[in-house]
């Protein structure tokens, strides 16, 4: 009896097994949380994407009522084309080509949605990093700025041609590489074109000398001690002992722009003053037609040529 018993219960487990691992079947072949079907929303196929461009994915799901958070993945089959989060969907394109998005069912891969995705460089936008370009030079003409190195367009990775337009070609002209070449002194527009596109930008250009921006002279003569005389004082500031500075200035010669201190010198024949004997290798030298009347203070400026810089150089007088 008992082991009728015993062979029934067996029975009973064999025929309830292969129900029971077959319900497992159904829902392991149903996916995560039992969803049966997945499907992208809203994205053509193929869906065309620019170099650099986002995208949010949004997708359906059946049952509805199950939910897709945390049930649902995203996949790119080539992610130097397009990468995408595997649980937001968010996409981004990341090179020229083409590649598949899937959106599959956690623990069900064969339930998924695919979509091809093309991606191409097409250029969106172009600016100048700048509106606004000083060149300065010395010798004309020169040609050394690439202006292609000041040109921005999104995206980034885009690959393009550019057609430079220049305002005054008797100031610049920009070759077809954006090589900007210095014709003249003065300002212009140059507009770049991205080929096969409306994209276009300007930058304004002046092209100015490099001028003379300081004068030193040695210690000694600023200030300068001078006694009275009853003949033409000169002086020689030795060109040597004066540095001009920036070195590559267009124009360093100096002149004696101005003197004051009519009331320390006189003279009978001539009024009191300062002028530039000459310039040449010993220096600059001053000649102060003048003889004190007294004890004070008098200046003499000396300006760059190019009246780019000056120096005050204070003389006092004293009694002999």
């Given at each position: 009896?008992k ?47 620019t170099v ?18 945390g ?18 969907g ?35 936008d ?25 040109l ?81 004082l ?87």
């Amino acid at each position: 009896m008992k082991y009728i018993t015993k062979l029934l219960a067996l029975l009973a487990l064999a025929v309830a097994a292969p129900l029971f691992f077959s319900c497992g079947d159904d829902e392991k072949g149903g996916g995560s949380a039992g969803l049966t079907g997945v499907e992208i929303q809203d994205v053509a196929n193929p869906l065309e994407l620019t170099v650099g461009e986002v995208l949010v994915v949004d997708i359906t799901t059946a049952p509805v009522n199950l939910g897709k958070d945390g049930n649902v993945k995203f996949s790119s089959s080539n992610k130097k084309v397009f990468t995408v989060t595997e649980r937001e969907g968010h996409i981004k394109a990341t090179g020229a080509g083409e590649a598949v998005l899937t959106a599959s069912v956690v623990g069900a891969p064969d339930i998924r949605s695919e979509r091809r995705v093309v991606v191409t460089d097409k250029v969106l936008d172009v600016v100048w990093t700048t509106p606004e370009l000083t060149i300065r030079r010395n010798i004309l003409p020169a040609a050394d700025v690439n202006l292609k190195n000041y040109l921005r367009v999104t995206p980034e990775e885009a690959s393009f041609d550019v057609v430079f337009e220049t305002q005054y070609d008797t100031i610049a002209t920009v070759d077809e590489e954006g090589v900007f070449s210095v014709v003249g002194y003065g300002e212009t527009d140059v507009t770049a074109t991205v080929v096969g596109t409306s994209f276009s930008a300007t930058i304004h250009l002046k092209i100015t000398p490099v001028l003379v921006e300081e004068i030193i002279v040695p210690a000694n003569w600023d200030p300068m001690d001078t006694t009275a005389r009853t003949t033409f004082l000169q002086l020689t500031l030795p060109i040597p002992n004066i540095t001009v500075l920036p070195a590559d200035a267009k124009n360093k010669t100096l002149r004696v722009a101005s003197w004051t201190g009519d009331n320390i010198w006189q003279n009978a024949s001539y009024a009191p003053r300062i002028r530039q004997v000459g310039l040449n290798l010993f220096g600059i030298m001053f000649r102060i037609a003048a003889v004190p009347a007294g004890v004070g203070t008098a200046t003499i400026v000396i300006e760059s040529e190019d009246g780019g810089a000056q120096k005050v150089i204070t003389v006092i007088s004293k009694a002999p």
